[in-house]
């Protein structure tokens, strides 16, 4: 029996573990393999790492972990997690059931691409869905932003600290009210509504193919994205989800279902690697507080 099983070996899942283990605890990290970063060559704005290469910080991740004889480390899918008497059982993916007193849900999420042929291939080459991870390399380049209607124009209003030469490429009706129609204004943006019919790449980025009108050629496009949760396992516990599908937490991310702790990106916050590694550290801090309560009421 282990007392804790951490669900997804990210910086959210590694972190929690780490600081776990430095606790004495039993821990089994599981892991899919398919971290949300996956395409992307260089994580960025993690202090100490900023520029690393996301396979990087999980090789370090898991050499850290191997210093830790309390720590396993397994790369095998949970499949399925039910209550039992003293916490929970787990099905991994090779059949096998271990059984843990607290549970972590580290799970992350998937990114949902716009269905634009060409898009996914530049995904984490020249389209990017965030101007904090990949903003500052296309600092003074032509940018374009694929949306509508506000989340556009949020997305646009954060572009302007890295450019000026800036496109909205709406894909047909903007969804644009007085508000965005001010606020695309005051940026000086242009905008282009013809429907986009694929993206192109280009040696310095990438170009934008409309139904009608010139091609637009730019370093590179963000999107605003949608996401859903990478794994079903929190639906399947009675976990609480926000109206953009992120599970609902308390401070020690606690996710109000008795046992279950959720941290990183699955649950709702800032989701940036380092912020998912500080919630796995404070998720593992209440782990242990409740098992310690447990122990010695
Ligand atoms: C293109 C792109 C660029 C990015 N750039 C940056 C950047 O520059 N800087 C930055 O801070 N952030 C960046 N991010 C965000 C960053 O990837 C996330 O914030 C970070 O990965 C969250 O860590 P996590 O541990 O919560 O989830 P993840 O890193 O996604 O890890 C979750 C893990 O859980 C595993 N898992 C899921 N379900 C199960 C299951 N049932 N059983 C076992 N394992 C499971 C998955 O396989 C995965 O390995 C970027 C994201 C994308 C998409």
């Known amino acids: 029996?282990?007392?804790?099983?951490?669900?997804?070996?990210?910086?959210?899942?590694?972190?929690?573990?780490?600081?776990?283990?430095?606790?004495?605890?039993?821990?089994?990290?599981?892991?899919?393999?398919?971290?949300?970063?996956?395409?992307?060559?260089?994580?960025?704005?993690?202090?100490?790492?900023?520029?690393?290469?996301?396979p990087e910080l999980r090789r370090i991740g898991r050499e850290e972990l191997a210093h830790y004889p309390e720590v396993a480390v397994r790369d095998e899918p949970v499949l399925e997690v039910a209550r039992d008497a003293g916490g929970f059982v787990a099905t991994l993916g090779c059949g096998e059931r271990v059984r843990a007193r607290k549970l972590?849900?580290?799970?992350?999420?998937?990114?949902?691409?716009?269905?634009?042929?060409?898009?996914?291939?530049?995904?984490?080459?020249?389209?990017?869905?965030?101007?904090?991870?990949?903003?500052?390399?296309?600092?003074?380049?032509?940018?374009?932003?694929?949306?509508?209607g506000a989340r556009a124009t949020s997305e646009l209003r954060a572009l302007t600290r890295f450019s000026r030469d800036l496109v909205v490429c709406t894909d047909g009706d903007d969804e644009f009210g007085d508000a965005e129609r001010a606020c695309i204004e005051s940026v000086g943006a242009s905008v282009r509504t013809e429907r986009v019919v694929r993206?192109?790449?280009?040696?310095?980025?990438?170009?934008?193919?409309?139904?009608?009108?010139?091609?637009?050629?730019?370093?590179?496009?963000?999107?605003?994205?949608?996401?859903?949760?990478?794994?079903?396992?929190?639906?399947?516990?009675?976990?609480?989800?926000?109206?953009?599908?992120?599970?609902?937490?308390?401070?020690?991310?606690?996710?109000?279902?008795?046992?279950?702790?959720?941290?990183?990106?699955?649950?709702?916050?800032?989701?940036?690697?380092i912020v998912a590694a500080g919630e796995g550290a404070q998720a593992a801090f209440a782990i242990n507080r409740e098992l310690l309560r447990e122990e010695f009421p």
């Open 1 to 54: 029996m282990y007392e804790v099983l951490v669900v997804g070996a990210g910086p959210a899942g590694m972190s929690a573990a780490l600081v776990l283990g430095r606790s004495r605890r039993r821990v089994l990290v599981c892991d899919s393999g398919r971290p949300r970063n996956a395409v992307t060559p260089a994580m960025h704005g993690y202090l100490s790492r900023d520029g690393l290469p996301p």
């Open 199 to 273: 993206l192109e790449p280009r040696p310095d980025g990438l170009a934008i193919v409309f139904d009608a009108g010139p091609v637009v050629e730019r370093a590179g496009l963000f999107f605003s994205t949608a996401l859903h949760q990478r794994s079903k396992l929190a639906e399947s516990l009675g976990c609480s989800f926000d109206e953009g599908g992120l599970i609902v937490t308390e401070d020690n991310q606690a996710s109000g279902v008795p046992g279950v702790y959720v941290a990183g990106d699955a649950a709702r916050s800032v989701l940036l690697a």
């Open 104 to 148: 972590l849900l580290a799970t992350g999420v998937v990114d949902e691409l716009p269905a634009v042929p060409g898009l996914p291939s530049l995904y984490g080459r020249a389209v990017w869905h965030c101007p904090y991870c990949d903003g500052y390399e296309l600092a003074d380049r032509p940018l374009a932003v694929y949306g509508k």
